[in-house]
């Protein structure tokens, strides 16, 4: 699952809402909808993530939110390290290598350290 899936479910959850209820209203298979939840699709499209907001009736900072998890969401990412220090390749593949071994207290302390050290 990616960030914007599990917050799309939880905002279904919240509201009640059933995937097929969802997928109707926004005009997109239940199907699509389903894979996006469970991170099978990419993000979705500018147009559709604007369509969810108003869906949700959602504003402000928590539409921020949801934009900003929907560029954190992509399942299958390609890291280029040319012209990086070989650190940067080593790290990369490690981590594609190694991640699925990871508990999410490491993720969640390796995410927060690249955060902090990026200054973002």
């Known amino acids: 699952m990616t960030p914007l899936g599990a917050k799309l479910r939880m905002l279904r959850a919240e ?4 995937l097929k209820e969802m997928a109707e209203a926004l005009n997109v298979s239940s199907a699509y909808l389903s894979a996006l939840e469970h991170g099978k699709r990419g993000k979705p499209t500018w147009f559709l ?5 108003a869906y949700f009736n959602i504003i ?7 934009q900003r ?5 992509d399942p299958n990412i ?16 490690r981590l594609a290598a190694e991640i699925h071994t ?5 993720l969640t302390y390796l995410k ?4 902090r050290r990026s200054g973002r």
Not at 15 to 18: D, E, I, P, W
Not at 49 to 53: F, K, Q
Not at 60 to 66: C, F, I, N, R, S
Not at 69 to 73: G, I, N, P
């Open 69 to 73: 998890l929907a560029e954190v969401s």
């Open 15 to 18: 509201r009640g809402l059933s």
């Open 49 to 53: 993530l604007h369509r969810m907001i």
């Open 102 to 106: 990871l508990s999410v207290e490491d």
């Open 60 to 66: 402000w900072d928590e539409a921020e939110e949801l």
């Open 78 to 93: 390609t890291i280029n390290t040319a012209g990086m220090a070989p650190e940067a390749t080593e790290l990369s593949n």
């Open 112 to 115: 927060t350290e690249i955060i």
